[in-house]
């Protein structure tokens, strides 16, 4: 008995050993032996015999040859509806009938003239709207009259002091409404407060308006007939012109040269 290291740990062992006294590792290993099996198979017969082939050729030849048989059939039948048919449309074509009667001889045409209808301007309908003119003048206490210049005329529905009194406006105190509209005309910073609630309710029975030119005179179109008040404050320096009357609007023009209105002053004491 031979002696010998184990590979792992180096430790001696016995030869005919199996595993290693002192690590465990196998010593001697069995080689693993491989099997090999051999299948032999033999060649087997196809199972379509030879005979078969030659009767499946037979068959194709039979159905080829009666195909071509239909198809030359259908192509002369299809020929021959061909020439009957262009036969009969040649038949079909007739002559047309020739008219026995005599042809009428040429008649030459005839002129006629005909009178122009008169008639007369038709008139132009009425207008039914109505287009004021206004020419407004303003006359200071001292000097001629001069144009209301840069002037805002209103056609009210209503007077103007009607207006503010429904309105429920407060007038400057120790003023009339009248002459609270003049005073906050030539001071607007100082009774912008009147000033606004008085145009308010102007503004609300306003149905039209117009600005004077550098002459006094303002255009207001379209304006429907009726009975109106024509209401507008002038300042004029340290004054104001009121102009508050009633005025009818017919339908088309309207020229209103309005008498030169007269400036009030303002005292000292109202300022």
């Known amino acids: ?14 030869d005919i050993a199996v595993a290693c006294a002192n690590c465990g590792r196998p010593i001697h290993t069995p080689v693993p032996v491989v099997e090999r099996r051999v299948v032999v198979t033999e060649p087997r017969e196809s ?17 080829i040859g009666l195909l071509f048989f239909m198809v030359r059939n259908n192509s002369e039948q299809g ?25 009428p001889a040429n008649v030459p045409a ?11 301007v038709p008139n132009a309908p009425l207008p039914d709207k109505g287009t004021v003119i206004i020419n407004a003048k303003v006359a200071p206490v001292n000097g001629s009259p001069q144009p209301a210049r840069v002037t805002r005329f209103y056609l009210l529905d209503q007077d103007v002091e009607m207006i503010l009194s429904e309105a429920r406006v407060e007038p400057i105190e120790g003023n009339t409404l009248a002459g609270s509209l003049g005073l906050a ?23 039209y308006s117009g600005t ?9 179109a379209g304006v429907a007939p009726n009975e109106y008040y024509l209401f507008a404050v002038s300042r004029v320096g ?21 008498s030169p209105q007269s400036v009030t002053e303002i005292s000292a004491t109202s300022e």
């Open 1 to 14: 008995m031979s002696l010998f290291n184990c590979p792992e740990c180096g430790h001696e062992n016995s």
């Open 47 to 63: 199972g379509v015999p030879p005979w078969a082939f030659v009767a499946m050729g037979v068959v194709a030849i039979m159905v």
């Open 79 to 103: 020929n021959t509806n061909i020439n009957v048919n262009t036969a009969g449309k040649r038949t079909a074509v007739t002559e047309p009938a020739r008219s026995s009667e005599p042809q």
């Open 110 to 120: 005839q002129t006629t003239t005909v009178p122009g209808t008169s008639t007369s």
């Open 185 to 207: 005309a030539v001071y607007p910073e100082r009774y912008g407060e009147f000033q606004r609630a008085a145009m308010r309710a102007i503004g609300a029975h306003a149905k």
């Open 212 to 220: 004077t030119s550098g002459t006094g005179a303002a255009n207001l």
């Open 238 to 258: 340290r004054g104001f012109a009121l102009c508050n009357q009633p005025v009818s609007v017919v339908a088309g023009d309207n020229i209103m040269n309005l």
